[in-house]
Protein backbone atom coordinates (compact mmCIF):
# COMPACT_ATOMS: atom_id res chain seq x y z
CA UNK A 1 0.00 0.00 0.00
CA UNK A 2 1.25 3.82 -0.57
CA UNK A 3 1.86 6.01 2.56
CA UNK A 4 3.05 9.47 2.89
CA UNK A 5 5.86 8.92 5.64
CA UNK A 6 8.73 11.46 7.13
CA UNK A 7 11.45 11.75 4.79
CA UNK A 8 14.44 14.73 5.93
CA UNK A 9 15.74 14.52 2.02
CA UNK A 10 12.39 15.53 0.63
CA UNK A 11 11.53 19.30 -0.05
CA UNK A 12 8.25 18.78 1.73
CA UNK A 13 9.72 16.33 4.67
CA UNK A 14 7.16 13.75 3.53
CA UNK A 15 7.67 11.20 0.57
CA UNK A 16 4.99 8.93 -0.76
CA UNK A 17 5.94 5.19 -0.69
CA UNK A 18 5.37 1.53 -1.03
CA UNK A 19 4.92 -0.34 2.30
CA UNK A 20 3.68 -3.43 3.71
CA UNK A 21 -0.20 -3.89 4.70
CA UNK A 22 -0.67 -2.94 7.93
CA UNK A 23 -1.28 -5.96 10.43
CA UNK A 24 -4.90 -5.95 12.31
CA UNK A 25 -4.92 -7.21 15.88
CA UNK A 26 -8.29 -9.14 16.84
CA UNK A 27 -9.69 -6.60 17.81
CA UNK A 28 -9.19 -3.92 14.97
CA UNK A 29 -10.84 -3.44 11.99
CA UNK A 30 -8.69 -2.77 8.34
CA UNK A 31 -10.22 -0.03 7.10
CA UNK A 32 -9.54 1.64 3.50
CA UNK A 33 -9.10 5.28 3.97
CA UNK A 34 -10.75 7.95 1.49
CA UNK A 35 -10.12 10.95 3.73
CA UNK A 36 -8.09 12.77 6.68
CA UNK A 37 -7.41 15.94 8.07
CA UNK A 38 -4.81 18.11 9.15
CA UNK A 39 -4.67 19.14 12.48
CA UNK A 40 -2.22 21.99 13.96
CA UNK A 41 -0.30 19.37 16.28
CA UNK A 42 0.74 17.35 13.44
CA UNK A 43 3.12 20.81 11.86
CA UNK A 44 5.29 19.67 15.45
CA UNK A 45 4.97 15.94 14.55
CA UNK A 46 6.39 16.30 11.42
CA UNK A 47 9.36 18.43 12.99
CA UNK A 48 10.22 15.83 15.60
CA UNK A 49 9.60 12.43 14.23
CA UNK A 50 11.90 10.09 12.59
CA UNK A 51 12.54 9.02 8.80
CA UNK A 52 10.00 6.15 8.22
CA UNK A 53 7.25 7.35 10.59
CA UNK A 54 3.79 7.37 9.31
CA UNK A 55 1.61 10.77 10.23
CA UNK A 56 -1.90 10.86 10.39
CA UNK A 57 -4.65 11.09 13.22
CA UNK A 58 -7.85 11.99 11.25
CA UNK A 59 -8.80 9.15 8.90
CA UNK A 60 -12.43 8.38 7.35
CA UNK A 61 -13.21 6.11 5.16
CA UNK A 62 -14.84 2.04 4.58
CA UNK A 63 -14.36 -0.91 6.36
CA UNK A 64 -12.50 -3.35 4.09
CA UNK A 65 -11.49 -6.22 7.02
CA UNK A 66 -14.37 -6.40 9.78
CA UNK A 67 -12.44 -7.17 13.62
CA UNK A 68 -11.52 -10.79 14.01
CA UNK A 69 -13.46 -10.86 17.69
CA UNK A 70 -16.45 -9.83 16.51
CA UNK A 71 -16.94 -6.26 17.46
CA UNK A 72 -17.75 -3.24 15.71
CA UNK A 73 -18.67 -2.59 12.04
CA UNK A 74 -18.93 -4.83 9.50
CA UNK A 75 -17.36 -5.07 5.94
CA UNK A 76 -18.11 -2.21 3.35
CA UNK A 77 -19.19 -0.10 6.44
CA UNK A 78 -18.53 3.93 6.07
CA UNK A 79 -16.53 4.94 9.02
CA UNK A 80 -14.64 7.41 10.58
CA UNK A 81 -11.74 7.38 13.52
CA UNK A 82 -9.34 9.33 15.44
CA UNK A 83 -5.99 7.22 15.65
CA UNK A 84 -2.70 8.02 17.33
CA UNK A 85 -0.24 7.61 13.81
CA UNK A 86 0.01 5.94 10.53
CA UNK A 87 -3.40 7.82 9.06
CA UNK A 88 -1.89 9.23 6.30
CA UNK A 89 -2.27 5.65 4.37
CA UNK A 90 -4.38 3.91 1.73
CA UNK A 91 -5.19 1.47 4.57
CA UNK A 92 -5.20 1.59 8.47
CA UNK A 93 -5.32 -0.70 11.26
CA UNK A 94 -7.97 0.66 13.66
CA UNK A 95 -9.39 -0.38 17.14
CA UNK A 96 -13.26 -0.81 16.46
CA UNK A 97 -13.76 0.97 19.74
CA UNK A 98 -12.25 4.12 17.91
CA UNK A 99 -14.61 3.56 15.28
CA UNK A 100 -17.94 5.41 14.89
CA UNK A 101 -20.21 4.32 11.45
CA UNK A 102 -21.00 7.66 9.60
CA UNK A 103 -24.86 8.17 8.89
CA UNK A 104 -25.42 8.26 4.84
CA UNK A 105 -25.91 11.62 4.53
CA UNK A 106 -22.30 12.68 5.82
CA UNK A 107 -19.61 12.64 3.30
CA UNK A 108 -15.86 11.31 3.72
CA UNK A 109 -14.76 14.95 3.52
CA UNK A 110 -17.54 16.86 6.32
CA UNK A 111 -16.42 13.60 8.55
CA UNK A 112 -12.84 13.71 8.39
CA UNK A 113 -13.13 17.40 10.15
CA UNK A 114 -14.20 15.62 13.20
CA UNK A 115 -12.15 13.19 14.91
CA UNK A 116 -9.55 15.35 16.53
CA UNK A 117 -10.91 18.88 16.34
CA UNK A 118 -14.51 17.62 17.35
CA UNK A 119 -13.51 15.18 20.37
CA UNK A 120 -11.06 18.02 21.83
CA UNK A 121 -13.95 20.51 21.49
CA UNK A 122 -16.76 18.41 23.33
CA UNK A 123 -14.23 16.92 25.54
CA UNK A 124 -12.81 20.30 26.61
CA UNK A 125 -16.34 21.57 27.32
CA UNK A 126 -17.13 18.41 29.38
CA UNK A 127 -14.25 20.23 32.46
CA UNK A 128 -16.79 23.00 32.71
CA UNK A 129 -19.92 20.79 33.84
CA UNK A 130 -23.15 21.42 33.17
CA UNK A 131 -23.05 24.56 30.82
CA UNK A 132 -26.39 25.99 30.94
CA UNK A 133 -26.71 29.94 31.62
CA UNK A 134 -22.97 29.74 32.14
CA UNK A 135 -20.27 32.56 30.63
CA UNK A 136 -17.87 30.55 28.39
CA UNK A 137 -14.88 31.60 27.09
CA UNK A 138 -13.09 30.15 24.09
CA UNK A 139 -9.72 31.76 22.85
CA UNK A 140 -8.70 31.07 19.24
CA UNK A 141 -12.15 30.88 18.54
CA UNK A 142 -11.85 30.79 14.24
CA UNK A 143 -9.75 27.61 14.35
CA UNK A 144 -11.16 24.02 14.04
CA UNK A 145 -11.75 23.33 17.78
CA UNK A 146 -12.77 26.83 18.48
CA UNK A 147 -15.69 26.81 15.91
CA UNK A 148 -16.94 23.04 17.79
CA UNK A 149 -16.34 24.73 20.97
CA UNK A 150 -18.72 27.49 20.43
CA UNK A 151 -21.39 25.41 18.59
CA UNK A 152 -21.19 22.74 21.60
CA UNK A 153 -21.09 25.32 24.14
CA UNK A 154 -24.46 27.22 22.49
CA UNK A 155 -26.20 24.04 22.15
CA UNK A 156 -25.78 23.16 25.71
CA UNK A 157 -27.08 26.50 26.96
CA UNK A 158 -23.90 28.70 27.85
CA UNK A 159 -23.60 31.95 26.91
CA UNK A 160 -20.44 31.90 24.64
CA UNK A 161 -17.74 35.06 24.10
CA UNK A 162 -15.56 34.40 21.44
CA UNK A 163 -11.49 35.97 20.87
CA UNK A 164 -10.92 36.18 17.41
CA UNK A 165 -10.08 38.33 14.69
CA UNK A 166 -13.03 40.74 13.79
CA UNK A 167 -12.80 39.91 10.25
CA UNK A 168 -14.45 36.38 11.82
CA UNK A 169 -16.97 38.49 14.18
CA UNK A 170 -19.89 37.63 12.03
CA UNK A 171 -19.29 33.89 11.24
CA UNK A 172 -18.93 33.08 14.85
CA UNK A 173 -22.04 35.20 16.26
CA UNK A 174 -23.88 32.52 13.38
CA UNK A 175 -22.75 29.50 15.47
CA UNK A 176 -23.64 30.64 18.65
CA UNK A 177 -21.40 33.33 19.95
CA UNK A 178 -23.08 35.93 21.85
CA UNK A 179 -19.89 38.55 22.01
CA UNK A 180 -16.81 38.47 19.33
CA UNK A 181 -13.99 40.35 20.56
CA UNK A 182 -10.62 40.97 19.13
CA UNK A 183 -8.16 40.89 21.96
CA UNK A 184 -9.06 38.70 25.19
CA UNK A 185 -8.56 41.99 27.49
CA UNK A 186 -12.13 43.14 25.81
CA UNK A 187 -14.17 39.83 27.50
CA UNK A 188 -15.27 41.43 30.23
CA UNK A 189 -16.20 38.15 32.51
CA UNK A 190 -16.21 36.34 35.04
CA UNK A 191 -16.38 33.14 33.04
CA UNK A 192 -17.20 29.91 34.80
CA UNK A 193 -15.20 27.93 31.58
CA UNK A 194 -12.78 29.30 29.46
CA UNK A 195 -11.07 27.36 26.98
CA UNK A 196 -7.56 28.41 26.50
CA UNK A 197 -5.23 27.36 23.01
CA UNK A 198 -2.93 30.46 22.47
CA UNK A 199 -1.14 30.76 25.80
CA UNK A 200 1.67 33.14 27.15
CA UNK A 201 -0.39 37.04 27.62
CA UNK A 202 -3.69 35.52 26.43
CA UNK A 203 -3.62 32.76 29.27
CA UNK A 204 -2.43 35.04 31.87
CA UNK A 205 -5.64 37.43 31.11
CA UNK A 206 -7.53 34.41 31.09
CA UNK A 207 -6.55 33.62 34.58
CA UNK A 208 -7.81 37.20 34.92
CA UNK A 209 -11.00 36.59 33.97
CA UNK A 210 -12.07 33.44 35.70
CA UNK A 211 -14.92 33.54 37.59
CA UNK A 212 -14.23 31.72 41.55
CA UNK A 213 -14.41 28.19 41.49
CA UNK A 214 -14.50 28.53 37.49
CA UNK A 215 -11.96 26.53 35.21
CA UNK A 216 -9.64 27.00 32.62
CA UNK A 217 -8.83 23.71 29.97
CA UNK A 218 -5.74 24.92 28.49
CA UNK A 219 -5.27 22.50 25.05
CA UNK A 220 -2.89 23.92 23.23
CA UNK A 221 -0.53 27.06 23.08
CA UNK A 222 -0.33 28.45 19.20
CA UNK A 223 1.45 31.52 20.47
CA UNK A 224 4.23 29.55 21.79
CA UNK A 225 5.03 32.04 24.51
CA UNK A 226 5.41 30.76 28.55
CA UNK A 227 3.06 32.00 31.27
CA UNK A 228 4.36 33.09 34.45
CA UNK A 229 1.24 31.79 37.23
CA UNK A 230 1.48 32.67 40.56
CA UNK A 231 -0.56 32.24 43.28
CA UNK A 232 -1.46 36.21 43.27
CA UNK A 233 -2.98 35.58 40.28
CA UNK A 234 -5.69 33.69 41.58
CA UNK A 235 -5.93 35.49 45.31
CA UNK A 236 -8.03 37.86 45.86
CA UNK A 237 -11.08 37.42 43.19
CA UNK A 238 -10.66 34.08 42.00
CA UNK A 239 -10.67 31.77 44.77
CA UNK A 240 -10.92 28.33 44.11
CA UNK A 241 -10.18 28.58 40.22
CA UNK A 242 -8.61 25.32 38.24
CA UNK A 243 -5.95 25.25 35.49
CA UNK A 244 -6.47 22.14 33.73
CA UNK A 245 -4.53 20.89 30.82
CA UNK A 246 -6.21 18.37 28.23
CA UNK A 247 -4.78 16.13 25.67
CA UNK A 248 -6.90 13.91 23.51
CA UNK A 249 -4.77 11.13 23.87
CA UNK A 250 -4.66 10.97 27.53
CA UNK A 251 -8.35 12.12 27.68
CA UNK A 252 -9.82 8.46 28.66
CA UNK A 253 -11.65 5.78 26.54
CA UNK A 254 -14.75 6.33 24.43
CA UNK A 255 -13.54 8.13 21.44
CA UNK A 256 -15.53 6.10 19.08
CA UNK A 257 -18.88 7.01 20.84
CA UNK A 258 -17.92 10.50 21.02
CA UNK A 259 -16.98 10.31 17.46
CA UNK A 260 -20.43 8.92 16.95
CA UNK A 261 -22.17 11.72 18.94
CA UNK A 262 -21.08 14.11 16.76
CA UNK A 263 -21.94 12.65 13.56
CA UNK A 264 -25.63 12.71 14.32
CA UNK A 265 -26.18 16.41 14.82
CA UNK A 266 -23.30 17.08 11.29
CA UNK A 267 -26.50 14.24 9.93
CA UNK A 268 -29.19 16.19 10.98
CA UNK A 269 -27.56 20.47 10.32
CA UNK A 270 -26.98 21.10 13.92
CA UNK A 271 -23.20 21.17 13.69
CA UNK A 272 -21.26 22.70 11.04
CA UNK A 273 -18.42 21.19 9.70
CA UNK A 274 -15.91 23.88 7.80
CA UNK A 275 -14.35 22.60 5.17
CA UNK A 276 -11.67 25.26 4.03
CA UNK A 277 -9.32 23.48 1.73
CA UNK A 278 -9.65 20.15 -0.17
CA UNK A 279 -6.64 18.46 -1.64
CA UNK A 280 -5.49 15.23 -3.03
CA UNK A 281 -3.39 13.82 -0.56
CA UNK A 282 -0.02 13.91 -3.06
CA UNK A 283 -0.82 17.66 -2.82
CA UNK A 284 0.11 17.70 0.58
CA UNK A 285 2.28 20.33 0.86
CA UNK A 286 0.18 23.03 -0.56
CA UNK A 287 -2.24 22.36 2.57
CA UNK A 288 0.80 22.44 5.08
CA UNK A 289 1.74 25.67 4.02
CA UNK A 290 -1.75 27.00 3.84
CA UNK A 291 -1.99 25.38 8.06
CA UNK A 292 1.12 27.11 9.04
CA UNK A 293 0.54 30.47 7.04
CA UNK A 294 -2.91 30.00 9.13
CA UNK A 295 -4.53 30.69 5.91
CA UNK A 296 -7.90 29.84 6.56
CA UNK A 297 -10.62 29.28 8.91
CA UNK A 298 -11.79 25.26 9.11
CA UNK A 299 -10.51 22.14 8.28
CA UNK A 300 -7.96 21.15 5.62
CA UNK A 301 -8.90 17.82 3.95
CA UNK A 302 -6.75 15.55 2.15
CA UNK A 303 -8.86 12.81 -0.20
CA UNK A 304 -7.42 9.39 -1.55
CA UNK A 305 -8.50 8.18 -4.89
CA UNK A 306 -11.13 5.35 -4.23
Known amino acids: MLALVISSDSTTGLRLVELAEPHAASNEALVSVRATSLNRGELRLLATRSNGWI ?11 AAADGSGPAVGARVAALVDQAGWAERVAVPTDRLAVLPDD ?18 TLRHGGGLAGQQVLITGASGAVGRFQIQLAHQQGGHVTAVAASRHAEDLRGLGAEQVVDAIELAEGPFSLITESVGGKSLARAIERVAPGGTIVMFGSSSGELTPIGFRQFVPDHEGARLQ ?3 YYTSGPGIGADIASLLTPVAAGRLETRVALTVPWTDIA ?3 DALRQRSFSGKAVLTMAE
Do not use: H, M, Y
Open 286 to 288: QAL
Open 245 to 247: TFA
Open 106 to 123: VSFVSAATLPVAGTTALR
Open 55 to 65: PGQDIVGIVER
